[in-house]
Structure formats: structure tokens, C-alpha cells
T-cell receptor, first 109, second 115 residues
Framework: EDQVTQSPEALRLQEGESSSLNCSYT??????LFWYRQDPGKGPEFLFT???AGEEKEKERLKATLTKKESFLHITAPKPEDSATYLC??????????FGKGTKLTVNP | GAVVSQHPSRVICKSGTSVKIECRSL??????MFWYRQFPKQSLMLMAT?????????EQGVEKDKFLINHASLTLSTLTVTSAHPEDSSFYIC???????????FGAGTRLSVL
């Protein structure tokens, strides 16, 4: 059974304080690992897809990396508008996405 | 702009009534759409896969007679929660596979509150 575990559950940062979010996974035949951002009361917003170990993707202050067992979402010099819940999901042998519970990030000014 | 439109965004209903939620793919045709449910501080859980022109595929533990799915066109899927009860109160979200490899795009979600 595909599984995703995200840590920490919640993270508070000061503006400009860089950090990383972790996503550990087990999947049968990885087709893709996905990072989404979810604001309160909203649907998830797509950020990145990673397909193979060693791959990296960047977007503004965010950088996602992938190994065979985990993915990291690095946040460099975060701003208050980066506050959200970040979701990790894996896709195995089918189109189904299996999500973690997310990391709630709060960036204080 | 939004790729997926979901309505309503919020609904409050009495116990025993039925509620219909619509999910529209705005940018492209979708033979498959997905319905998820999210309880507070929990993961998004896939409920069912909606298939255009055929029966939906339900995940284990999801009652197909309670959560009726209709995918009547290549741009519209509906989820009807029948005889809703307070335990059905949750955040329901649909998604549509994009043209890019494996990526799913999500609607804004529907907050269902059953009194």
C-alpha cells in the first residue's frame, strides 16, 4: 500500500528564516511525487512534480528535491505570503494520488 | 486562471436531504475526474474516480449508493450526497488530470455542513 508521511506537522518561521519540509514515502512503482500548496478553505494548488531520484525543481523561493525514499521542499527566505499548508502526494501504478497530512507553515513578519 | 470550477463552495443542509456538487473542467476535456474528501487535519482521501460515459469506480469503504457520481459530459462531473447525515460533513474536492504528465488540478472545494 502506498504511504506518505510528512513532517513536521506544523512549522513556524520568521520572515527570512529558511527551512525544509520533509515527505517520506513508500510506493510501488513511482510515477510521480507531487507538491501542492493549500490555503485555508481552498483546493490544493499545484507546485511541482518530480519523477526520479536526483531530480530538482525550483519556483521562486521554493525548491523541491527527490530521493528514492523522501522528498524535501526547501523554502529560502520565506515571506508571510508563503504561509499555507504544503501537501505531498505520490502516484504509483495508477492515476491515484496518495496524500500526506501536510505541513502547516506559518511565516511571521 | 482556474482550470477547474467547483460549485457550490459552501452548503449547509438538514439531515436527510441530498446535496449535489458540480465539478467542471474549464480548459480541456476530461474522460476521468476524481472526487476527494478531506476531514480537518487529515489527508485528502480519494473517494471515487468518475468516468465519462460509464460507472464510477469507488474506493474501498465508500458507499456508492450514498455518494452518487454522474459524469455525463467531457467537462462535467457531479457528486450527490444522498440522505446526508452530520458525519458526512466534510470538505469535498474534485480534480481533473491535466495535459501535462500525471498532474491533477483541483477545484476550490465544497464545504458541506449537515445539521
Amino acid at each position: 500500500e502506498d504511504q506518505v508521511t510528512q513532517s513536521p506537522e506544523a512549522l513556524r518561521l520568521q520572515e527570512g528564516e529558511s527551512s525544509s519540509l520533509n515527505c517520506s514515502y513508500t510506493v510501488s512503482g513511482l510515477r510521480g511525487l507531487f507538491w501542492y500548496r493549500q490555503d485555508p478553505g481552498k483546493g490544493p494548488e499545484f507546485l511541482f512534480t518530480l519523477y526520479s531520484a536526483g531530480e530538482e525543481k525550483e519556483k521562486e523561493r521554493l525548491k523541491a528535491t527527490l530521493t528514492k525514499k523522501e522528498s524535501f521542499l526547501h523554502i529560502t527566505a520565506p515571506k508571510p505570503e508563503d504561509s499555507a499548508t504544503y501537501l505531498c502526494a505520490v502516484q504509483g501504478g495508477s492515476e491515484k494520488l496518495v496524500f500526506g497530512k501536510g505541513t502547516k507553515l506559518t511565516v511571521n513578519p | 486562471g482556474a482550470v477547474v470550477s467547483q460549485h457550490p463552495s459552501r452548503v449547509i443542509c438538514k439531515s436527510g436531504t441530498s446535496v449535489k456538487i458540480e465539478c467542471r473542467s474549464l480548459d480541456f476535456q476530461a474522460t476521468t475526474m476524481f472526487w476527494y474528501r478531506q476531514f480537518p487535519k487529515q489527508s485528502l482521501m480519494l473517494m471515487a474516480t468518475s468516468n465519462e460515459g460509464s460507472k464510477a469506480t469507488y474506493e474501498q469503504g465508500v458507499e456508492k449508493d450514498k455518494f452518487l457520481i454522474n459524469h455525463a459530459s467531457l467537462t462535467l462531473s457531479t457528486l450527490t450526497v444522498t440522505s446526508a447525515h452530520p458525519e458526512d460533513s466534510s470538505f469535498y474536492i474534485c480534480s481533473v488530470p491535466g495535459l501535462a504528465k500525471n498532474i491533477q488540478y483541483f477545484g476550490a472545494g465544497t464545504r458541506l455542513s449537515v445539521l
